[in-house]
């Protein structure tokens, strides 16, 4: 009977032991499901967090690339602008020169005017105006100087100022330029004088 008294009390430590395990299993357990729990809350917010990095990158990049097209598309218009001011300042540069000597070419051609009129002979006269009027007509000619045709075309506000009107000699001339009392010019297509016209009606 001793013997099997001892027996169940060595037996007892034995079955307190286990209890312990459970015990500790059981808190390790709590503490891993805890772990786990905790870990997918925590993963989102830092996926979230690299999301909105990169999206912000992103939009950064694209408002980069958008400041970056309209500086381009600003120099170039720049860049166009000023050759074209260039070549219009090269094209124009002696407009006022050349407006200056157009009273000298109205001088000559009333003098040419009043010498064909003029009873005598004045042959030699007229040659000498005429060259030198042709010579410099001539010149400003290369400098983009061109006349304006006006006898017999239809009145172009573009080019023409009527300053008159009169009755047509015919029906032909309706509407039309009859006579130029000042000549027009352009200078390169730019009309730097308008001719001043009697139109008949």
Do not use: C, W
Request: proline share 3%; aromatic share 4%; no cysteine.
């Amino acid at each position: 009977m001793k013997e099997q008294k001892r027996d169940k009390h060595d037996q007892t430590p034995d079955t307190e032991k286990p209890a312990k395990e459970q015990l500790n299993e059981t808190i390790t357990n709590k503490q891993q499901t805890e772990a786990v729990t905790e870990q997918p809350t925590e993963q989102p917010e830092e996926k979230a967090k690299e999301q909105s990095k990169e999206k912000s990158a992103d939009e950064k990049i694209a408002e980069l690339n958008d400041r970056y097209l309209r500086l381009a598309a600003e120099f170039d218009n720049f860049r166009r602008r000023s050759a074209k001011e260039r070549l219009d300042l090269v094209m124009t540069a002696s407009e006022e020169t050349i407006k200056g000597i157009l009273p000298v070419l109205d001088d000559f051609e009333r003098a040419l005017d009043v010498l064909h009129k003029t009873d005598g002979d004045h042959v030699v006269a007229i040659e000498g105006t005429e060259l030198i009027y042709n010579k410099l007509f001539a010149y400003l000619e290369t400098k983009g100087l061109k006349m304006i045709e006006s006898i017999g075309k239809e009145l172009n506000t573009d080019f023409h100022e009527a300053i008159a009107q009169i009755p047509a000699p015919d029906k032909a001339n309706k509407k039309k330029i009859i006579d130029v009392v000042q000549q027009g010019y352009t200078l390169n297509g730019k009309v730097i004088r308008f001719a001043k016209v009697v139109v008949g009606i």
